[in-house]
């Protein structure tokens, strides 16, 4: 006769606790739920990193450190200064541009051929930003830009551009870009409806 | 500086643009609810450029897990909420205005407790955040931008970049209502050419103006307004 031995009671995490709540609980330790963050946003922290530094090996190393960030600083993350989203999504593209940036300082580029490659980079930038976005809603946003902001936004976020490259890309002036910067994601931001109390 | 909020939240400023630009998001209130806004929009477009994370990644993340110290989370006296408000419950420079909306008149009282300062962060936080807010931004005359957001009869007027006052002046506030009468809204205090007003019970139909008038401040506007909101 085979004895039933008594199961250890399982804590089943609720998959419908926001993102923020389960942060607060990584924060005091929680690995189980460190796994449901993980699994919610592993996929946005590696695409976004391969956008920005395009080698799928590097992509893989940023997304490899932000994620262990979340995990070190849930404690720190603060739901008052934004959401879990945006807050991963912010180190992971400050992670990502940093990296590319000092690979690319490190480089030591003949003005000509740093703006013909520029301009291959933008074009590249484009089309795979366009390829990957399927969802109708951004997509349909981004639509809703004059193309040169749009331009400005998606190389300068897709591309980790800073916005003195974005001019020197697209042979604009600084304070141009900047200001299609800012009109560019002041629409993007009212056509999505993610004001502060989204 | 103000027109930076967005290359900040694209991550498109240099370490030294972002570290300024950071120090002046802890003076401007309206900056940091942009910065907060456009980095949501910025995460919408994170989401559409998901892509399958490969397998391994889950294996060496948990293991990094298993053996990586959390830190522990920020000291007790950190005011927690968004930078802005911890900035300003400390702040000299914050003003309640009460506008007596029935009697035409407006009475402006400082208040330097920190009680009141957070409850003026909280009517900052109600204003700056209501789906309903109106805002206008306007260059001022000298240097500088002033803020202007209004909703549901409160406003918040906010000044950035703005340069010092020549010696024995400083910027006052005014008040216009419809038919074009001003008054006072007291001197706006700045600090390092930033600062922020709160006011209560405005009608949605006045426009705010800065002048610059003697220390103390006057009855009526002696200079042209250098910026007026709305």
Redesign the interface.
């Known amino acids: 006769m085979v004895g039933r031995r008594e199961a250890a009671p399982v804590v089943v995490p609720d998959p419908a606790e926001t993102t923020e709540a389960l942060l607060g609980r990584v924060?005091r330790?929680d690995?189980a739920a460190?796994?449901l963050v993980?699994a919610r946003v592993?996929?946005?922290?590696?695409?976004?990193a391969?956008?920005v530094l395009r080698d799928?090996h590097q992509a893989?190393e940023v997304?490899?450190e932000v994620?262990?960030e979340v995990?070190?600083?849930?404690?720190?993350f603060?739901e008052?200064?934004?959401?879990a989203?945006?807050w991963?999504?912010?180190l992971?593209?400050?992670r990502a541009?940093d990296r590319v940036r000092s690979s690319q300082a490190a480089r030591n580029r003949d003005n000509a051929v740093a703006s013909r490659s520029n301009e291959r980079e933008y074009d590249e930038v484009v089309e795979k930003?366009e390829r990957?976005?399927?969802?109708e809603?951004?997509?349909h946003?981004l639509d809703g830009l004059t193309p040169r902001q749009r331009d400005t936004?998606?190389l300068?976020?897709?591309g980790?551009?800073?916005?003195?490259d974005?001019a020197d890309v697209l042979k604009l002036p600084l304070g141009t870009v900047?200001?299609r910067?800012?009109d560019?994601?002041?629409r993007?931001?009212d056509c999505?409806g993610?004001?502060?109390?989204? | 500086m103000h027109?930076?909020?967005?290359?900040y939240?694209?991550?498109?400023?240099?370490e030294v643009e972002r570290r300024r630009f950071e120090r002046h998001l802890d003076d401007c209130p309206a900056c940091t609810?942009e910065v907060?806004?456009?980095?949501?929009?910025?995460?919408?477009?994170?989401?559409?450029?998901?892509?399958?994370?490969?397998g391994a990644?889950?294996e060496?993340?948990?293991a990094?897990?298993?053996r990586?110290?959390?830190?522990?989370?920020?000291p007790a006296r950190s005011v927690?909420?968004?930078?802005w408000r911890r900035a300003l419950t400390g702040a000299a420079a914050v003003l309640l205005v009460t506008a007596g909306a029935a009697l035409g008149t407006v009475a402006w009282q400082q208040h330097q407790a920190a009680e009141q300062a957070q409850e003026l962060a909280d009517g900052m936080a109600r204003v700056?955040?209501s789906?309903e807010r109106v805002e206008a931004r306007h260059t001022v005359a000298g240097g500088g931008t002033a803020t202007m957001v209004m909703a549901e009869g409160d406003a918040v007027l906010s000044a950035a970049g703005i340069p010092a006052a020549p010696h024995g002046h400083g910027y006052q506030m005014w008040v216009i209502a419809a038919d074009g009468s001003m008054q006072s809204g007291g001197m706006l205090k700045l600090a390092d050419g930033d600062g922020s007003a709160f006011m209560t019970g405005v009608s949605p139909d006045v426009s705010l103006a800065l002048t610059i008038e003697p220390e103390g401040g006057s009855d009526q506007p002696t200079t042209e307004p250098l910026v007026q909101l709305g």
């Open positions: 924060g330790g690995e460190f796994e993980y592993a996929d946005v922290v590696f695409g976004l391969r956008s799928p893989e997304a490899q994620l262990l995990w070190r600083s849930a404690a720190r603060d008052a200064r934004g959401s989203r945006a991963i999504a912010t992971t593209h400050r541009v930003v990957r976005l399927e969802a809603r951004v997509r946003c936004v998606t300068a976020y897709y980790g551009r800073s916005y003195t974005v900047k200001t910067m800012r560019g994601l002041i993007l931001r999505l993610v004001g502060s109390d989204a | 027109d930076l909020s967005a290359a939240a694209l991550n498109a400023l240099d609810v907060r806004e456009f980095a949501e929009a910025a995460a919408s477009l994170a989401e559409r450029v998901a892509e399958p994370a490969p990644l889950r060496r993340v948990m990094d897990v298993a990586t110290r959390q830190v522990p989370s920020r927690r909420g968004p930078s700056l955040t789906p």
